[in-house]
């Protein structure tokens, strides 16, 4: 399953975001959850919604607004009090831990990364979605959407399979460019670089006018990775690496990685070094959109809805996929598929209540709210293009092409890798040196 969220204390997203830390939450929800978590047998019914409203606890700050208008409307329209519990991204999966603990989980709640839910899932605390999504339900979402949100039969985190989840957002992770600095080195923001070393070649010539270049986050640096593998290997040799099928040690794998080399020695990583810790890609995105001093970062989708709602006068900015290999073998795919999104608590007193609820907020009509107001590309069919803004038209123009993995990299693997990443653009580390450590993750995990 390929899922992204964004948080950290900026991030709406999530990582994709992809956290927002960027994209992936999942220190605390995965080493933490997964062994308290299983304390909370079928036989709990306890939740913070057993009164006469519907509880959503929310993880996002960038949808947040959009969020509580539409909670509004719907009361309005229903009769139903709706409360938004709006933790953030920072405190989150804390919060959500501690109320599975005490058997006081709110009525539904955001969905972050899948390996953050899966203590969640498997712990029962989500409705089975998966036969109410082969009727029209389902049937409204883009194919890409259910696809990346459904547990496999084989899937790593052991949850039983299934669709636990509804999204009204078709995340991607792409680049996003600073139109005026683009504009200022004689570079055509609207037009997407055609390779990776027409890219590298645009932020050489950024440098020499004395801005900053490119930047990600080590969060998100395993879906740097991953997306840049896709010029390399089919989905089904991707899938096959992540549950150990295949080797790290491939050729598809190494070339992947010389791209982190790429980019350090021509010089173009800002800094000379990827920010890390709990705050690594709010720090990232506070550079692009609040203070302007690089011209370019990998991200995803949802962060338009943080610069919407933390710099709101910066949108001269935008989007395109992760350039080309050179040398690719095969047709480049984004990372992506479901990103912002709820799950319903089956235990809770509400939870027909919370069902309804979700089904409407996942409609086209409340979709195109999301698409406007937060603003994202959302994961309902019938949401018109139109519907979505400048900033995300290049990454939108490419959704269908998203990577269709049916697992995720391991967690013990996603942090081998990430470490990985930040030694290659320290020199601490090879290219062979990391695959190796990749691998002896992989077959330790």
Known sequence: MTRFHTAGPMGSTTSTGPSRRGFLLGAVGTTLAATSLAACGSGDSGSSGGGSEIVFM???????????????????????KIRIDDVGPADFLTKLQSSSQSRNMPDMYSVVDGHSMAPYYKAGWAMDLTDRMKGSWGDTFRPATLKTTTFGADNPQGVKPGIYSAHWETPALGIFVNAAMYKAAGLDPDKAP???SEFIDQMRKI???????????????????????????????????????????????????????DLRDAGVIATGSLPSGNTDNPTVEKAFF????????????????????????????????????DDGTQTSRLVGGAAKGAAVNPRSKNAAQALKFLKWLTAADQQRAWAEGVPLIPSARAVSDKNIPEQLAGIAAKVSDIQLVQNQILEQVNTALQKGTQALVLKERTVDQVLGDLDAAQKSA
Do not use: C, H
């Open 58 to 80: 929310n993880q996002s700050r960038g949808q947040a607004a959009t969020l509580k208008k539409l909670a509004e409307q719907y009361s309005k329209q229903n009769g139903v």
């Open 194 to 196: 055609a390779s990776m």
């Open 290 to 325: 609040n203070t302007q001093g690089v011209a370019a970062i990998f991200d995803g989708t949802s962060a338009v809805g943080v610069a919407r709602a933390t710099a709101p006068d910066f949108t001269d900015f935008r989007s395109f996929p992760l350039p080309a290999a």
């Open 207 to 261: 440098k020499k006018s004395g801005k900053g270049t490119f930047w990600f986050a080590t969060s998100l640096s395993n879906q740097v990775v991953q997306s840049y593998a896709s010029n390399y290997m089919t989905d089904e040799e991707l899938n096959a690496t992540f549950v150990g099928k295949n080797s790290w040690k491939s050729e598809g794998w190494r070339k992947t990685l010389q791209l982190v080399v």
